[in-house]
């Protein structure tokens, strides 16, 4: 250790021989701090995201020919959406793991079930959908509906307003061409006695809209048929008007649940028919 140097150090000792110095107090000096890295942030990504391909990027339709001149259009439907599709979209999303993702997913639609137990409703949820109970059913009395069978008690859950018109505006179009095969054309399905859309009461009248829709009532090859999951389809007896944009229906008292729409038409020389795409809930 040095031997520190004082005024009143023996005489003979000088400042430049080894081992002295002037205070023995005096510290060393500190270590030079470590110079910190300058932060930089990681640049963003100016490329877009490719979409996924499983979706189409663009809204695919086809001009068609209308019965009272001019043309519509129909939508070209893609293939099918999974489940797992729709899970491993949200998950990366949102940052879930595709198991919380499921749970969330049926714990929304089944805590909607429960509202609709007590004929709870909203018009708008989240500003993406809405949702009411609804009811049906069939009996000669007012007192024949004895449960939720007989009533067809049922969920009707859709878009809103504002969210259909939101997607709409978009929408990158793409026609496919023109078909060139006239076939009739459903585009809408009212009930008569509610005015609402896609639900039926059975045994009262439905009026279908569309196109290419004047049909033989006579010919049992053309008409309305129904179809209840995978019972037999069952033909409309009961018409009303009939003109080439709007047909009215009696629905038989015998169906219940959720039904799917087909409509038979004959047109140049051959009778062709087309599906409704959705089904109709009582």
């Known amino acids: 250790m040095p031997t520190p140097l004082t005024w009143d150090s023996p005489a003979g000792l000088t400042y430049d021989m080894p081992g002295l110095t002037w ?84 714990t929304f639609f089944q805590k909607l079930l429960a509202c609709s137990s007590g004929c709870g409703w909203s018009n708008n949820l989240y500003d993406i959908v809405r949702f ?59 009930n008569q006695d509610t005015g609402t859309a896609d639900t039926y009461t059975a045994g009262s009248l439905i009026q279908i809209r569309g196109d290419n829709l004047k049909l033989n009532k006579a010919d049992l090859t053309q008409g309305v048929f129904f179809k209840a999951g995978a019972a037999a389809e069952v033909r409309a007896t009961v018409y009303g008007d009939i003109e080439p944009t709007t047909l009215t229906v009696l629905v038989p008292a015998s169906l219940s649940g959720p039904l799917t729409v087909r409509v038979a038409v004959f047109i140049n020389g051959s009778v062709r028919s087309y599906t409704y795409t959705n089904l109709i809930a009582p």
């Not at 067809?152 to 026609?175: H, M, P, Q, Y």
């Open 23 to 106: 205070d023995a107090a005096t510290p060393d000096p500190p270590a030079p701090k470590p110079k910190k890295k300058p932060f930089r942030r990681s640049p963003k990504p100016t490329h877009t995201p490719t979409p996924p391909t499983h979706i189409m990027s663009t809204f695919q339709y086809n001009p068609a020919p209308k019965s009272s001149g001019g043309f519509t259009t129909r939508a070209a439907l893609g293939d099918a959406v999974t489940q797992e599709f729709i899970t491993g979209e949200v998950a990366t999303a949102t940052g879930l793991t595709p198991v919380q993702v499921e749970a969330a997913v049926q």
């Open 132 to 190: 009411r109970p609804t009811s049906g059913g069939s009996s000669p009395q007012p007192d024949g509906f004895h449960n939720a069978d007989d009533i067809n008690a049922d969920v009707a859950l859709s878009f809103t307003k504002e969210a259909i018109e939101n997607w709409r505006s978009g929408l990158t179009l793409e026609s496919l061409g023109e078909v060139g095969k006239v076939t009739p054309i459903i585009d809408t399905i009212l």
